[in-house]
């Protein structure tokens, strides 16, 4: 099965079944590669971190897999819903490198959001991120009250086009 689903399959297919990843799909993510790191367009659906269910089961997995690497440094990553570019480090000097500059806000995090409702202006959002007990993701994150546990997160929306009631979006996490 490739990374991604066709239109028909249901939401709660895709909750239910890993994709597994095709290993001539995954030479196409590939973005930039040099001799420390590999850039990836993530698809959605496709976790980062290692699972139980095989190397070709994860982007690390995969990426160790196909590139013949013994390791890999993750950067950052994306939740298993959310597509978009991933930098891994081959080696873990550069690897320490990019965790350090996004822990240190060194480097910005955007994405594109499709959002309901028609936003004309710039918003900013302030709230605190804590663990989700809803969900059966153990890393899965939410809005929620401050907490000792909770971390404070602002985002910026951007406007870049609406139609129908709905609103393309870029998000900055500061």
């Not at 609406?162 to 900055?172: E, M, R, W």
Request: charged letters at 25%.
């Amino acid at each position: 099965m490739k990374a991604s689903f066709s239109e028909d399959e249901s939401k709660d297919a895709r909750k239910d079944s890993a994709p597994l990843v095709d290993p001539d799909e995954l030479e196409e993510w590939v973005i930039h590669q040099d001799d420390s790191i590999i850039a990836l367009n993530k698809p959605g659906w496709l976790v980062c971190h290692p699972s139980k269910n095989g190397p070709w089961s994860s982007l690390v997995g995969a990426v160790r897999e196909h590139f013949q690497l013994e390791q890999v440094y993750l950067a950052g990553r994306l939740d298993r819903e959310t597509s978009g570019v991933v930098l891994m480090a081959k080696e873990e000097t550069a690897g320490k490198h990019w965790q350090k500059a996004l822990e240190q806000k060194k480097v910005k995090r955007s994405y594109w959001a499709i959002l309901v409702g028609d936003l004309a202006d710039c918003a900013q959002v302030s709230g605190f991120l804590g663990k989700d007990p809803d969900s059966p993701v153990f890393v899965k994150q939410r809005v929620t009250t401050n907490s000792r546990k909770s971390k404070r997160a602002q985002s910026a929306f951007f406007p870049l086009f609406s139609a129908n009631g709905y609103t393309l979006s870029a998000v900055v996490t500061k």
